[in-house]
Each structure stands twice: as C-alpha cells, then as structure tokens.
C-alpha cells in the first residue's frame, strides 16, 4: 500500500450543477471532487453532451496515464487511430492508452458518459492535417 492518503468524497446526485469545467465546450461537466479529495492523482466526472454539436476534431491526451470511460446512457462514436469507427453504447467501456490518436464523431441527446483519468488534469493536443492523414 502506498503512502499516499486520500479524502472522503460523497457527492449526491440531487442538486448536482454541471458546468463547462473540463476539455470541450461540447460537454457539460460534473465534477465529484476526486481532483480535490487525490491532490490531483485522479479526476473523475460526468459528461453530458451540451450546446455544441459533433464531431469534435482528431486529438491526443499528453501526460497522462489512464483514462477510462463508462458510457451511462445513450451513444458516443468514436474513431481511433488503427481501429476505425466504433460506436459506444450504455453499459460499453473504452480505455485509451496514452497519445492514441482519436476523435468523437457524434453523441446522442441522452448522452451521460463517467470519465476517470489520472493525472487529473492531463493536456489534449489537436492534430495537424498531415498526422491525421498519417493516421487514416
């Protein structure tokens, strides 16, 4: 066991506020206070698809190390790089590995997806028409 300590968090659903903290402007973001409660180590938040429409354009994460996503309800398609297309529907589970190249190509209206990632705060880096080209 490692020596790091951790808070308690307990987040309830009811009155729950979703905000624009997070990567894109597309999304909606709850936030449970994991960032808070691991100093930074772990993020984990809701993401419901907001005033923006799809696609959100080819991009990689940098620095970080694990990012997982649960989708809750409806769908999200995907493209990553080496793999095509891939629809996620509720009850699926994606893990990208670190600098995949990807993009979300288009959500349902009833989209709510759990994201956990560590570092919490991590960079995205849009790609250039040549890496994109690159990737097909």
């Known amino acids: ?8 968090v ?3 659903a009811e009155g729950a506020t979703y905000g624009k903290e ?3 402007d597309q999304f909606v973001y709850r936030h449970f206070g994991v960032e808070e409660a691991t100093g930074g180590k772990y993020g984990a938040h809701l993401i419901r698809g907001g ?4 696609p959100i354009e080819a991009h990689i ?3 970080i190390d694990f990012l997982i996503v649960y989708v809750v309800s409806g769908w ?3 493209w990553y790089e080496g793999h095509g297309e891939e629809t996620l529907r509720a009850g699926s589970v994606h893990m990208l590995p670190p600098e995949i190249k990807h993009s979300v190509v288009a959500w349902s209206d009833d989209l709510e997806m759990l994201e956990i990632t560590s570092p919490a705060e991590y960079g995205t880096r849009e790609l250039t028409a ?3 080209e690159a990737a097909a």
Do not use: A
């Open 130 to 132: 040549e890496e994109l």
């Open 76 to 78: 999200v398609t995907f």
């Open 51 to 54: 005033d923006g429409p799809p």
């Open 1 to 8: 066991m490692s020596d790091f300590k951790q808070k308690l």
């Open 61 to 63: 994460h940098t620095d």
């Open 22 to 24: 997070g990567i894109r």
């Open 10 to 12: 307990i987040d309830h």
